[in-house]
């Protein structure tokens, strides 16, 4: 019988967002932010204002995330969007809204073939989820139960619930206190470079990147274990397979 790659492991952590989640991030979508700001009540900011008034938080909610001082102490969504001109503005109902139609433009879809082949991980290996998101939880964690793949990881640590993000290796570790395997037989999973594979290997992890066809980045002081484009192709990657494109 043909040895997996991700036999060599006890335990599988995966990334969520265009690892298994696609879709994400469509704050540039004025039309839908408005018609969701709409759909939750919302009033006070007229379309002209709203649709800017998200871009701009997502771009400052992206500058704090790339500022290295902030890796390990990241700070709340509505903290970020207080300091916004929108966020000094609103109430503190208003704020909730806002931060809600951020998350919910933030949140991608699972289809049922990445639910289907999580279904097959778990088959053989416990999972984890350690995954960067800006705003709270609530609605990725909806998104995973609607798929059918919550129960399926044992631990499920986003950046947004214990303020810190990769790469800083925090979310790592805490992930791995819910395992009794040791580092070396633990498998990180993602496809962000600087994100997934330095924080993976920071914390003592082999690490996949999904590269979606991407060039590997160079510069970096930490390389990943091995190269896929697609988180599908873990099921049918032999040792041997991947031996020989770590090789090339």
């Given amino acids: 019988m043909t040895q997996l790659f991700i036999d060599e492991y006890e335990v599988l952590l995966l990334d969520m967002g265009n690892t298994f989640m696609f879709g994400c991030d469509r704050f540039a979508d004025s039309e839908s932010v408005v018609a969701t700001y709409a759909r939750l009540g919302g009033t006070a900011m007229s379309d002209e204002e709203l649709a800017p008034a998200i871009v701009h938080l997502e771009r400052q909610a992206r500058k704090v995330g790339n500022d290295s001082a902030y890796f390990d102490n990241f700070p709340a969504l509505i903290d970020i969007l207080r300091r916004t001109p929108a966020g000094t503005e609103a109430d503190e109902k208003e704020l909730a809204r806002l931060v809600q139609v951020f998350a919910l433009h933030e949140r991608g879809t699972i289809e049922s073939q990445y639910a289907d082949a999580l279904h097959e991980l778990h088959r053989t290996h416990p999972l984890g989820l350690v995954s960067n998101i800006l705003s709270p939880s609530g609605p990725f964690r909806e998104s995973l139960r609607q798929a059918g793949v919550e129960d399926l990881f044992k631990v499920i640590v986003f950046s947004s619930d214990i303020g810190c993000i990769k790469p800083s290796v925090k979310p790592f570790e805490q992930a791995l206190s819910a395992f009794d395997s040791p580092r070396d ?21 082999d690490c996949v990147w999904i590269s979606r066809g991407r060039e590997e980045p160079q510069g970096f002081e ?3 274990d091995l190269i896929v484009t697609d988180l599908r192709e873990l099921l049918d990657c032999s040792a041997r397979e991947a031996d020989r494109i770590k090789d090339e």
Avoid: M, W
């Fill in 185 to 205: 037989r633990v498998l990180y999973i993602g496809d962000t470079y600087k994100r997934d594979v330095v924080g993976a290997k920071s914390a003592g992890l």
């Fill in 222 to 224: 930490h390389k990943c």
